[in-house]
């Protein structure tokens, strides 16, 4: 008895349920990017970005790369390098290891152009973390860069791993096409 329940039970588990299945996540393709050189706004650096960002000059030292589609900005920073060489790159490796309680990873991806005078780093946050992508450039005598991706959403990796994925590839293009002035 026991054993024709048992079996009827494993019989009624291994049925296939023809219920129908919750619909998957979105696919997000994105156009291949157009790439525009920046206007002469600013007297520091010039570089290519997206076409499908909007520009936005805050003042001299600041600018924002907004992507409304994906609802992510590119925040960039410029400091006069005075001395203080040590003291900036000292920061900008700090401020992406102060998402490690939500990331997984941090890798760096460094940056040498010797022709264009153009060095730095690529982190890309992999978790939850508030910021994807973070960045600095410089040619170690006067100009610095610094640049952070966020999304005005939820920090859920799986999620946005799309549009970040498409957007390294952007912050990647920006970095090789930056000249310094």
């Known amino acids: 008895m026991r054993i024709s329940i048992l079996l009827s039970l494993i019989f009624m588990g291994c049925a296939s349920n023809s219920q129908p299945k919750p619909m998957g996540y979105l696919r997000l393709d ?55 060489l040590d003291s900036l790159l000292n920061d900008a490796y700090k401020m992406p290891y102060k998402h490690i309680s939500k990331a997984e990873a941090i890798p760096e991806k460094l ?17 939850n973390a508030a910021s994807q992508h973070q960045f600095f450039l410089t040619d170690s005598i006067k100009h610095f860069l610094v640049g952070s991706l966020y999304f005005y959403a939820k920090p859920n990796y799986d999620s946005i791993y799309p549009a970040a994925h498409y957007l390294e590839k952007d912050i990647s293009h920006l970095m090789e096409s930056l000249k310094w002035k």
């Open 111 to 127: 940056f040498t152009n010797k022709q264009k005078k153009v060095y730095g780093t690529l982190f890309s946050i992999v978790g």
């Open 30 to 84: 994105y156009p291949a990017p157009n790439y525009l050189q920046t206007k002469e706004r600013s007297t520091f650096f010039s570089f290519e970005f997206n076409s499908l960002a909007k520009m936005k000059q805050d003042n001299r030292f600041a600018s924002r790369l907004i992507y409304p589609e994906m609802k992510a900005t590119l925040y960039l920073n410029y400091v006069t390098i005075n001395k203080n």
